[in-house]
């Protein structure tokens, strides 16, 4: 699995499509997930997701809260798209909690999965094209 996911990860790289930035614990450097910006195709179209991943025995601490809503953020500052997404699957009621918190609405059901959206509010086209 760890393969698959360099893999996965060496190839939104290199294909201009987003990556996940390493989560650490300031006092003692250990890795407690990634977080990052990330290009999906929703409906045939491509939008800026907010993705992230903590490691179990940082779950509840708030740390996908923090840290997703720095990727907001910095995403609507910098101007990278009008909207923002977090896809999340159906049976993963603590990143809709995230996803909730961090300003973001349902959007949509897509099979196993939920879209949930927020909008920035600035009336400029969309950086993020399909």
């Known amino acids: 699995m760890c393969q698959v996911w360099f893999d996965k990860s060496h190839h939104r790289f290199a294909n201009n499509l987003g990556v996940m930035n390493v989560l650490e614990d300031k006092k003692s450097g250990e890795l407690m997930g990634q977080c990052g910006l990330l290009l999906q195709t929703v409906n045939n179209k491509q939008r800026l ?8 025995v940082f779950w509840e601490r708030g740390y996908a809260s923090e840290a997703t809503q720095k990727c907001k953020v910095f995403a609507f500052k910098n101007r990278l798209a009008n909207s ?3 896809v999340v699957h159906k049976q993963n009621v603590g990143s809709e909690k995230v996803a909730v918190r961090n300003g973001m609405t349902l959007e949509r059901r897509m099979g ?4 949930f959206s927020v909008t920035s509010g600035y009336k400029t086209q969309e950086k993020v094209t399909s």
């Not at 196993?112 to 879209?115: G, I, K, L, R, Y």
């Open 49 to 56: 997701e907010i993705g992230y991943s903590i490691l179990p």
């Open 84 to 86: 923002l997404i977090s």
């Open 112 to 115: 196993d999965f939920n879209v």
